[in-house]
């Protein structure tokens, strides 16, 4: 397979779209309120993630498929590997924290969708929402996580 190669004039182009893109997201980290709100934020899901990953391997296996050396989080596996693990979560709540879409309409997405958001882009929408929605996101988190370390009353 050959080299792709572009046009001095394209390089420019490409250089000039990268160094734009950099100060955008120079400019959203120069608010240290954002930046403290998206580092809490990713921090909280990757918590959520996490724990929740250490129920999705133990289901997996139990239901005979391979372990993965990255497990994909899918919002229609959720609730049936808490389930199995012995929790009983509400399945909205899960919905919002892990699902794909969330169930308040087009425009408001899950914690999962917003993480994806703030993590692979900086998306400047999610940004907003993320500071609009901060108590609801946050309490979604905090709900599954409290579940999980209060098991005993949940399951």
Known sequence: ???????????????????????????IYSD???????????????????VYKVILV????????KPKEYLIVDGRQVEAALKFAGYNFDKALLTEIFGAKSKQGKTVHTVKKLRDA????????AVQEIT???QELFGYMDT????????DTVA
Request: hydrophobic residues 30%; contains cysteine; positive net charge.
């Open 1 to 27: 397979m050959s080299k792709p190669k572009i046009t001095e004039e394209e390089k420019k182009k490409l250089r000039n779209s990268a160094k734009a893109e950099l100060e955008r997201l120079e400019a």
């Open 32 to 50: 240290e309120e954002v930046t403290k709100l998206l580092d809490d934020f990713k921090g909280k899901y990757n918590l959520c993630e996490s």
């Open 58 to 65: 133990r289901y997996q296996k139990a239901k005979g498929l």
């Open 118 to 125: 703030v993590t692979h882009s900086i998306d400047s929408d």
């Open 132 to 134: 609009d929605r901060k």
């Open 144 to 151: 599954f996580l409290s579940g999980i370390r209060d098991f």
